[in-house]
């Protein structure tokens, strides 16, 4: 059998694969269009970021062992990786609360960009896995907290730009006073 | 080879039957006053299958006649396929403006380019040529199924449940001719029957299909569209949609701090 229709054969099963897949039950957010517009006024799990990766630092806890008290040391770490896991799990839950808010407006759009979608699916494919990734190391404690960089500098962008988003969400938030109402409207009809 | 010619014949009568089952709760159900091109499928499926039938009596099954009559049939059968195929994209992304004018384009690019390829890629060998072309349409219906469900996932649309079987039993169909056309090319002549009877199980499957969808469809459910009411100017999604876009950007760099911390420190 030629590659060309051993790859017709692979292609029709891959669809029909493909065909069952999208078939599968989602697991729907069920927002409300209050929770839709918090995801665009309000200012959630950034702010902690410095204190994550502060705890993660290896010298943060690096004093315990040197008083003797390793095993104190070992569950303060473990403690915080668990805070860490969970920090994570709260940017993975936001990041679905605001891709669920996207797709809420793509309803109502009346035109939509091909690449400005695709950037947006091909972002939040990377974030899943990345996000997969890190909890699958830290799972595995293969985090040592060892040196993070220049946390304080990171720490000062993140700040600055988390003000200025946060100032354009404030008026943003005022702009679309009647967005709930006019959510709670197409919800409500397409239903 | 008798048998393999009276189970044929059976599939035939078989199919023939399950057409007229599906046409009859068509017109029971109404369905044909929302879904004019499906029912104009079925009505063109069950013509050729009467013609195809008379061909074979009166021109046996090896003569050019009955060649040009079966494969003509079968083009206008495509060409129905596809009107119904495209009926349920219109059905299923029509009250979503943004998507479905987004969709439409990204559909139908694809389904062309994967045509293109097909017959790129298929020789051009005159005596499968035929095959080669009817294998390429049904792959570009295939792809243009699944990538609609793909993008029915992905907004979280609701799909009617008539819509939903009619477009599986297209697809299933789609891709087991793609198969059954591939096998016969790489076979030749020695499985022609196989091949044929192959082909009629897989309509038979989606006329179940079908005849299922058609059969439990009530009025108010399949006349219901679920669109939303109401939309949005363009600027104002353009400005919500930006403020979407930022934070999520801004997530993905909390993100990309995370890891770079760690390569930083690995």
Redesign the interface.
């Known amino acids: ?2 590659l ?2 051993a ?3 692979l ?3 891959l ?2 694969i ?2 069952a897949w ?2 599968r039950p ?1 697991k ?1 957010l069920s927002l409300t269009p209050d929770e839709v517009l918090a ?2 006024s309000e200012e959630r ?2 702010a902690r ?1 410095p204190q994550i ?1 502060q705890s ?1 630092r290896e010298d943060d806890t690096d004093f315990l062992l040197d008083r003797g008290r390793g095993e104190l040391m070992s569950r303060l770490r473990d403690e915080r990786r668990r805070i860490a896991l969970r920090y ?1 799990g709260y ?1 993975e839950e ?2 679905q609360v ?6 809420i ?10 690449m ?2 695709y950037e ?2 091909k ?2 494919l ?2 899943v896995l ?2 997969r990734y ?1 909890r699958w ?1 830290l799972r595995l404690r293969l ?2 907290w ?4 220049s ?1 304080s500098d ?1 720490a000062g962008d ?1 700040t600055l ?2 003000e200025m ?1 946060s100032a ?2 404030g008026e ?1 938030a005022l ?2 006073s009647d ?1 709930p109402l ?1 959510l709670e ?3 409500r ?3 | 080879m008798v048998d393999a010619l009276n189970l044929r014949n059976l599939a035939w009568a078989l199919t023939t039957l399950f057409e007229i089952i599906l046409f009859s709760y068509i017109i029971h159900r109404r369905v044909y006053r929302t879904h004019q091109a499906f029912t104009l499928y079925c009505v063109v499926a069950l013509l050729q299958g009467v013609l195809v039938a008379i061909a074979y009596r009166y021109f046996g099954s090896q003569s050019i006649q009955y060649f040009n009559i079966a494969w003509g049939a079968q083009t206008l059968v495509v060409c129905a396929r596809w009107l119904a195929v495209i009926e349920i994209a219109r059905k299923l992304l029509n009250g979503y403006s943004g998507i479905w004018r987004m969709a439409s384009r990204i559909l139908f690019v694809a389904g062309a380019m994967i045509l293109a390829y097909s017959m790129a890629v298929s020789r051009m060998r005159w005596d499968l040529m035929i095959t080669s072309a009817d294998r390429a349409v049904e792959l570009c219906i295939g792809v243009f199924i699944v990538s609609l469900f793909l993008f029915a996932r992905y907004y979280r649309l609701a799909i009617s449940s008539l819509e939903r079987q009619l477009a599986i039993g297209f697809c299933l169909f789609s891709c087991f001719w793609v198969i059954n056309d591939s096998l016969y090319q790489h076979w030749g002549n020695s499985v022609s029957v196989l091949w044929e009877i192959s082909g009629i199980f897989s309509l038979l499957a989606s006329l179940l299909l079908w005849i299922s969808a058609v059969r439990s469809a009530t009025q108010p459910h399949y006349s219901t569209v679920r669109i939303p009411a109401v939309s949005m100017s363009a600027r104002q999604y353009q400005e919500l949609s930006q403020e979407l876009d930022s934070r999520l950007k801004l997530l993905d760099s909390r993100l990309n701090h995370l890891l770079r911390s760690e390569d930083s420190r690995s």
Do not use: N, W
Not at chain 1, 146 to 149: A, K, L, Q, S
């Open positions: 059998m030629s060309a229709l790859l017709f054969i292609l029709a099963i669809l029909i493909l065909l999208a078939m989602s729907k995801t665009l799990h950034y970021l990766l993660l994570l940017l936001e990041y605001l891709l669920e808010a996207s797709r407006l793509a309803t109502l759009a009346p035109e939509l960009s091909a400005g979608e947006r699916l972002r939040s990377r974030f990345l996000c890190l190391r985090q040592p060892g040196v993070f960089g946390i990171m993140m730009r988390l988003t354009r969400l943003r702009m679309a967005f006019f409207k197409g919800r009809d397409s239903h």
